[in-house]
């Protein structure tokens, strides 16, 4: 699929394009692409690495394991989901598979590339007032550059388009961690995060 034959005038229009699309080798073995997800006019758009399993084969975004603790953690954030914009920057689940279970692959470079096509648009539809990258895979399409999340934390960055946008970590990297008091404290700071974006977005 070619950029010149894409011409989409709303997200309902974006998706049945991303449907169709080629543009990596990732159709091929994901169940099906899993578009963005939220209000069309949020002033929140949270930015996610890939799908994962569950993702996959729900056909929507951030509705497994990480989902949920986005999920807990916009609750104490005080946002409603519904209000936000929910997408990740690559749009097919890449794994490898072990058996029965399919494990998560990071995707590459030019996966993300190829990809950040559909992002961009995404971000020109729903025109955010803040963007959050959740994890160095968002930063890296969003910024096209790859940058630590520890070197943009707490402070506020903008995008080529002037839009502001926070990094944090993805909510799988919490899922990893296997102290409590550790889990407890990161949690906490993810909150914290997404609160930031929301005041100064």
Known sequence: M???DVQVDDLTELFEAEADCTRCPLYKSGTQVVPGE??????????GEQPGDQ???AGRPFVGPAGHVLDKALKQAGIERSTTFVTNAVKHFKHEQRG???LHKRPNVNEIERCNWWLTRELALVRPRCVV????TAVR???GRSRSISSLRGKQHHLADGTPFYATVHPSYLLRLRG???KAAAFRQFVADIKQARADG
């Open 180 to 182: 409590d008091e550790e």
């Open 38 to 47: 939220g209000k069309p006019d949020s002033v929140l758009m949270f930015v």
């Open 141 to 143: 399409s969003l910024t």
């Open 100 to 102: 029965k279970r399919r």
């Open 2 to 4: 070619n950029e010149s």
């Open 55 to 57: 993702e996959d084969r």
């Open 133 to 136: 990258a959740l994890g160095a």
